[in-house]
């Protein structure tokens, strides 16, 4: 299965009611919207357009791109599937409205909706076992600011400067020494993410003055348990730093280092994208750490992509930038497979569990 790759359109905000929109959403030949249309800013009576696997426009709510986008596969992350959702975009289109979204209960973005799901879910598995398999759900969070990786679980002021390392494990990209915080239900949860959420890297710039100029990662873990055998999938839901090109804002030093390690992981995400695009042997996976923990094309599972869109005029160079190198991650192929059921004791003398058998024999 490849990267599915859905955009996402945001209303104008209040004070851009007069403003020149630009970015229009259009119904591919099979009738359903997947195309969005853009004017080429050198030439402006031609037109690019783009295909994706999905077109969300103004008027789409949290509920809507939920369901259709991250609900379906709920399910898949019991049977084993790591499921990653993430929001690529401008400062300003609405990425953290999109995971996050605001405290009223028709506003919340993917994550808390993600969570609650989640538990919900872990309910009916473990009724349905008749109370044998126990569902265990923690939360990592953390943060990737001037290519180093900061647990939120941490205040900045008792941070290591250096961040964590990371490591290659089992052909997963790992934090060494995370932290991981149980949350048992979503009032847990939601305590523990406005904690972390307040120890994040933010500062004003020209562009949004709440924009966020780190990689913000929420790792959820499900371990289901019965006896002495353990199924552990990860949920994932990634907020990228603004894609815009850095050297409009108005930089100061600090501003200008945090800019260059913005660009230059963004930029190697477009090359990881290109190269796996062309089928290259060497993808520079490597070259930032942000690009290390996407993994993208490496990784099992399912990844989802969301393209925040502003359709104002204004963002037009960026928007176009944003739409080329999203527009090609469709062509990521990502394997689709299942996390092995692992023993906790030496296993039983019975034919193990794997992760291909659990779709047709689920844990119970
Ligand atoms: P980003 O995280 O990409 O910088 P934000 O999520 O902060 O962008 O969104 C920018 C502004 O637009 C915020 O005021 C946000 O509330 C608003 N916004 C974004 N998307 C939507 C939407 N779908 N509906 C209503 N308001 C939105
Ligand atoms: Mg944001």
Do not use: W
Not at 23 to 34: C, F, I, Q, T
Not at 132 to 143: F, G, P
Request: aromatic share 6%; net charge positive; charged share 25%.
């Amino acid at each position: 299965m490849s990267v599915r790759v859905v955009a996402r359109i945001r209303p104008l905000l209040d004070k851009e009611l007069d403003k020149d929109t630009i970015v229009r959403a259009e119904n591919g030949p099979d009738g359903k919207l997947n195309i969005v249309r853009i004017p080429n800013p050198k030439k402006e009576e031609e037109e690019f357009s783009f295909t994706f696997n999905g077109v969300y426009d103004m008027e789409t709510t949290q509920e809507e791109l939920f369901t259709n986008e991250v609900a379906p596969h709920i399910k898949s992350l019991f049977a084993g599937l790591d499921v990653m959702i993430f929001a690529y975009g401008v400062t300003g289109t609405g990425k953290t409205h999109t995971m996050r979204g605001g405290m009223k209960l028709f506003d919340r973005g993917i994550i808390p909706r993600m969570l609650s799901n989640i538990y919900r879910r872990g309910k009916k598995v473990s009724k349905d076992s008749g109370g044998e398999t126990t569902v265990n759900v923690t939360m990592s969070y953390y943060e990737i600011y001037n290519d180093k990786v900061y647990d939120l679980f941490e205040p900045p002021e008792q941070r290591s400067l250096a961040g964590l390392p990371l490591r290659e494990n089992a052909g997963k990209t790992v934090v060494v020494g995370l932290s991981e915080r149980a949350c048992n239900d979503l009032k847990d949860f939601e305590a523990l993410y406005i904690e972390a959420n307040n120890n994040r890297s933010t500062a004003g710039t020209k562009l949004n003055a709440q924009s966020s100029r780190s990689h913000a990662i929420l790792m959820v873990k499900v371990t289901q348990t019965n006896g002495d055998e353990q199924l552990i999938s990860t949920a994932s839901a990634i907020d990228l730093a603004g894609s815009e090109d850095n050297r409009r804002t108005d930089n100061n030093k600090e501003r200008l280092v945090e800019s260059a390690s913005i660009n230059k992981s963004l930029f190697v995400l477009s090359s990881c994208i290109d190269a796996i695009g062309r089928g290259d042997k060497r993808i520079p996976y490597r070259e930032s750490k942000m690009t290390r923990i996407l993994s993208l094309g490496q990784n099992n599972g399912i990844t989802i992509m969301i393209l925040n869109l502003a359709p104002l005029r204004s963002y037009h160079l960026d928007t176009l930038s944003s739409l080329n190198v999203s527009s090609r991650a469709k062509r990521i192929e990502v394997r689709e497979i299942e996390n092995e059921v692992v023993f906790t004791q030496p296993p039983r003398k019975t034919a193990p569990l794997t992760g291909q058998s659990i779709q047709r024999q689920p844990l119970r």
